[in-house]
């Protein structure tokens, strides 16, 4: 099949599932043309123009930005005709734009990657895809009602995710990559971590000058880390940390069923980590420990860090248990649903 698959436009996580999913189909024989809405929405926003006084401003304004670099998407459909228009993360596409590729006869496959915390504006686009993919199945009925959906849990990339030496570099008691968000910088300032390497890394913008986590982040608060660095952070640190956001659309969406990114990546790298419970957790990797408070989860830190053996063998447990979790694996469902 010819996939057109298109960007989701950040550059952090999203990014990284765009990129597994773009290398497991290309693995299956498949052929995928790129969409580079990332470079496309740079460019147009980077765009300047001099006045007749000689002053620089920008072009286009950010809106106008966004909405000349998905327009190229429809010029991307004509010239290509694909089989498949695979968008990840699609919240920059318009459903006009999807219904006029599905009027091409190309199908639309939508992979939702923010469920549940996301699921209203998920909703709002999953009536104009042939196939809906969610990464978490709490809401399951309702994009069942609107369009065919199924839950499509996270994978990791074993020529990436995987063990092996640690960088001394990025050595740690305890390292936690993800976004800063309020709930997370909450709750890692109410953690103990007194006499502790910590490091941090990820989208930390949020976090204030004054706050006691800032000497952890390992690198500028306006960068990101790449999927790469962030493997070496897993196999370089002592414990990693799963840590749900709370922040979501509404309070009923902020309580997830299925497990993270993170969670899948950590322990395909081997590492041991604390785990925010949730129920798919609870049953894939129930030989890791919980925690519900901060104080709960310093008390955990502590008690594991000197147990290097005991974590060895938990982690090399939870290595197997999602060892099936890879994209290939993934893109090879997808093909099944297309071709059924």
């Known amino acids: 099949m010819r996939f057109l698959a298109a960007h989701p436009g950040p550059q952090f996580s999203v990014h990284d599932v765009y990129v597994g999913w773009v290398e497991a189909l290309r ?3 498949q052929q995928v043309l790129d969409f580079n809405l990332a470079e496309r929405l740079t460019f147009y926003d980077a765009a300047l123009l001099e006045t007749p006084d000689r002053e620089v401003r920008k072009a286009v304004s950010a809106e106008q930005a966004q909405k000349l670099a998905v327009n190229g998407l429809y010029a991307a459909l004509y010239k290509t005709r694909p089989d498949v228009l695979f968008a990840v993360s699609a919240f920059f596409y318009t459903p006009e734009l999807l219904d006029l590729a599905r009027s091409y006869g190309t199908k639309v496959v939508l992979l939702h990657t923010e469920s549940p915390y996301e699921d209203g504006r998920q909703l709002a686009i999953a009536a104009h895809a042939d196939l809906n993919l969610i990464n978490d199945p709490t809401n399951l009925a309702q994009f069942e009602a609107v369009a065919p959906t199924v839950y499509m849990p996270h994978s990791y990339r074993p020529a990436i995710h995987r063990p092996g030496p640690g960088n001394p570099d990025l050595a740690a008691d305890l390292a936690f990559v993800g976004t800063g968000y309020a709930s997370r910088i909450e709750f890692l300032e109410q953690m103990d971590l007194s006499g502790l390497d910590v490091l941090l890394a990820g989208n930390w913008q949020q976090l204030d000058d004054g706050s006691p986590l800032r000497p952890f982040v390992a690198h500028d608060p306006e960068e990101c880390l790449d999927n790469e660095q962030t493997a070496d952070v897993y196999r370089s640190g002592s414990i990693g940390l799963n840590l749900y956001r709370r922040e979501a659309e509404a309070e009923h969406l902020a309580d997830g069923w299925a497990m993270g990114p993170r969670e899948v990546e950590m322990a395909a790298c081997g590492m041991f ?15 890791l420990p919980i925690f519900a408070t901060a104080g709960e989860a310093s008390e955990q830190l ?9 974590r060895r063998e938990l982690a090399a447990q939870a290595r197997a248990a999602i060892a099936d979790r890879t994209f290939t694996h993934r893109a090879a469902d997808l093909m099944r649903l297309l071709t059924e």
């Not at 980590?273 to 030989?287: H, I, K, N, Q, W």
């Open 302 to 310: 502590r008690y594991w860090l000197g147990r290097a053996a005991e």
């Open 273 to 287: 980590f604390l785990r925010d419970p949730r129920p798919e957790g609870d049953d894939v990797l129930s030989m």
């Open 27 to 29: 693995g299956l024989g």
